[in-house]
T-cell receptor, first 113, second 115 residues
Framework: GDSVTQMEGPVTLSEEAFLTINCTYTATGYPSLFWYVQYPGEGLQLLLK?????DKGSNKGFEATYRKETTSFHLEKGSVQVSDSAVYFC????????????FGTGTSLTVIP | DAGITQSPRHKVTETGTPVTLRCHQT?????MYWYRQDPGHGLRLIHYSYGVKDTDKGEVSDGYSVSRSKTEDFLLTLESATSSQTSVYFCAISERRGQNTGELFFGEGSRLTVL
């Protein structure tokens, strides 16, 4: 079945450091891939997405490229800020499964000044 | 922001009592979902709906039931709450975008404590 595996946390970085959060997936068809972010006490919100191979999603300085050959969708940011402290979730969805979404377990990021 | 309202936002109840959480959307999206979020487990799907009166089980459906009598409302019921159902519950909605799934939009969550 479909599944998502993402890097275990927690991750602690200094401000302006480079961020990578790894995400790999297993899917039977042609999924769409997503990164969601959850700030403390809030619901999840979409950070970026990609719907086909080699697409790059980007938002707020974050980027992720849909790599079908390595079944990966790693999240990167060149220079993190304290305000990026949150939990990040990788997810996939396949229309063949009736719009079901599969989430990774989340990676907690803390950015210190 | 997507128009999703969850109620109640916070509830404390006792073991054995019934509990109903409500999700209301104003986006006319076809798909609606209930997830629970627990430390170390991420998000786990309880039930989802792909249309009025059309629902299916997710990975952690035991002890939960759902109903969707209108497009805009998706109810989650715990018939007899247990302490293991203490969690934060999120409602979400989505819609198809051509051949692809659209993104999920989440409500703000309902924190349930079962004593």
């Amino acid at each position: 079945g479909d599944s998502v595996t993402q890097m275990e946390g927690p991750v602690t970085l200094s401000e302006e450091a480079f961020l990578t959060i790894n995400c790999t997936y297993t899917a039977t068809g042609y999924p769409s891939l997503f990164w969601y972010v959850q700030y403390p006490g809030e619901g999840l919100q979409l950070l970026l997405k990609a719907t086909k191979a080699d697409d790059k999603g980007s938002n707020k300085g974050f980027e992720a490229t849909y790599r079908k050959e390595t079944t990966s969708f790693h999240l990167e940011k060149g220079s993190v800020q304290v305000s990026d402290s949150a939990v990040y979730f990788c997810a996939l969805s396949e229309p063949l499964t009736g719009n079901q979404f599969y989430f990774g377990t989340g990676t907690s990021l803390t950015v210190i000044p | 922001d997507a128009g999703i309202t969850q109620s109640p936002r916070h509830k404390v109840t006792e073991t054995g009592t019934p509990v109903t959480l409500r999700c209301h959307q104003t986006e006319n999206h076809r798909y609606m979902y209930w997830y629970r979020q627990d430390p170390g487990h991420g998000l786990r799907l309880i039930h989802y709906s792909y249309g009025v009166k059309d629902t299916d089980k997710g990975e952690v459906s035991d002890g939960y039931s759902v109903s969707r009598s209108k497009t805009e409302d998706f109810l989650l019921t715990l018939e007899s709450a247990t302490s293991s159902q203490t969690s934060v519950y999120f409602c979400a909605i989505s819609e198809r975008r051509g051949q692809n799934t659209g993104e999920l939009f989440f409500g703000e969550g309902s924190r349930l404590t079962v004593l």
